[in-house]
């Protein structure tokens, strides 16, 4: 006969506490006002969130929507950040250079980056005179953390006669000794561009060396680059591609430029998290996978309910630092307002703007795929 276990008074087998969430540890309730402000955004999120746990996380966003509010705070969300923090909080949302272009003209004081730390610098050193938060300072970037101001200003020294182009996956420091900025969804753009402006065959790319290789194939410039890579993207290879395609035949594989070269080659469309983005909602596929940075697929499955998403994915350490928990508390304690020297900010602003100046493109640039990889010299840090 089985054997009744009794957890009541008595028994040495004691029933666990239960952990109180983290929307109860700050004193907020799941009552009718927070009901009343947050159900109708339920289904927003209820491919991601369960019925379940709903009642703890709809408090901590009724608590930041109304913080933000009072605070006269905008959230900029990147596309990498969790459907919780993308759909329910942000107020703008998508990849670097969009969420740029955003912190240069926003009509707010407080800018709260749902993104990683160089993003956040890259608002502040757009926007001053604003205040403007993280809410981890442990939200760092593989490749902001692979090159220094001094390895750049070396660079320099070595190759005197070549444009400076920084990712901007990069810090403060970095983009202020470098001649200009990029990102995925102008890369090939901006090399073109310095190339014909410096009159150069040659553009120093940095610091990640499979976005160089990749620009290269697109553009036949020859580009030197630096050992940096993204621990997210590094990851994929084209033998993943191939394995996709006999598991999953017909599924249409989409690929982020931080990837080898190996992966464009063998993948059906490349290019930024806009990029991606745009080509799903517009080709509508029946089946897709996205191989980024996880949150990626949730968020655009969310806005794409007829595309069937296979999900093999990479989550990226650093993005997932930014938390609905931390972001209430940054918004609460106004804490982490990201600095940079005035020096150096305004050096880093040339940087960025003479990427925004250059023509505005009507979609981010697609990469090319199907290229034979690329082999470039990669610039060694000694
Ligand atoms: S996904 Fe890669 S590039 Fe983006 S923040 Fe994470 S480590 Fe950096």
């Not at 800018?111 to 890259?122: D, L, R, S, Y």
């Not at 202020?176 to 790319?205: F, G, M, P, R, Y």
């Not at 991606?276 to 509508?284: P, S």
């Not at 003479?354 to 990469?367: N, R, S, V």
């Amino acid at each position: 006969m089985a054997r009744l276990i009794d957890s009541g008074p008595g028994c040495p087998t004691p029933t666990p506490a239960r952990t109180p969430s983290a929307s109860e540890a700050r004193g907020l309730l799941y009552d009718s006002g927070v009901k009343a402000e947050t159900d109708h955004l339920y289904p927003l999120v209820s491919d991601f969130i369960t019925p379940m746990e709903w009642p703890a996380v709809a408090p901590l966003v009724a608590a930041i929507n109304r913080l933000k509010k009072q605070a006269g705070a905008v959230i900029l969300a990147h596309n990498y950040m969790t459907p919780d923090i993308f759909r329910l909080v942000g107020d703008f949302r998508g990849d670097s250079l969009q969420l740029a272009r955003e912190a240069a003209t926003i009509d707010a004081d407080i800018i709260v980056q749902a993104g990683v730390h160089f993003m956040a610098e890259t608002s502040k050193i757009l926007a001053p005179d604003k205040t403007v938060l993280i809410s981890s300072l442990e939200a760092g970037c593989s490749l902001a953390a692979s090159i220094t101001s001094a390895d750049v200003a070396l660079i320099k020294q070595r190759y005197p006669d070549y444009p400076v182009v920084t990712y901007v996956n990069t810090t403060a420091e970095v983009k202020a000794e470098c001649h200009i900025t990029c990102t995925s969804s102008n890369a090939a753009q901006v090399v073109e561009a310095v190339a014909k402006e410096w009159n150069s065959d040659t553009v120093i790319l940095v610091p990640d060396q499979y976005l160089a290789m990749n620009v290269a194939a697109q553009t036949g410039i020859r580009i030197m680059t630096w050992p940096g890579a993204c621990e997210v993207h590094e990851l994929f290879s084209g033998d993943d591609v191939e394995a996709l395609r006999e598991g999953h035949p017909g599924v249409v594989i989409l690929a982020h430029p931080e990837c080898p070269p190996d992966v464009l080659e063998a993948c059906d469309f490349a290019g930024s998290t806009a990029a991606l983005t745009n080509y799903v909602k517009d080709q509508q596929p029946a089946k897709v996978v996205l191989l980024t940075e996880c949150s990626m697929s949730d968020n655009v499955a969310a806005e794409n309910p007829d595309v069937d998403f296979v999900r093999p994915c990479n989550l990226c350490p650093h993005m997932k630092r930014i938390t609905l928990e931390n972001i209430l508390d940054c918004l609460t304690h106004m804490r982490h307002e990201v600095t940079i020297e005035e020096a150096v900010r305004v050096r880093a602003k040339a940087a960025i703007e003479a990427m925004l100046a250059l023509p505005k493109m009507a979609t981010p640039l697609a990469f090319k795929t199907g290229l034979k990889p690329m082999e470039i010299e990669v610039i060694s840090p000694s």
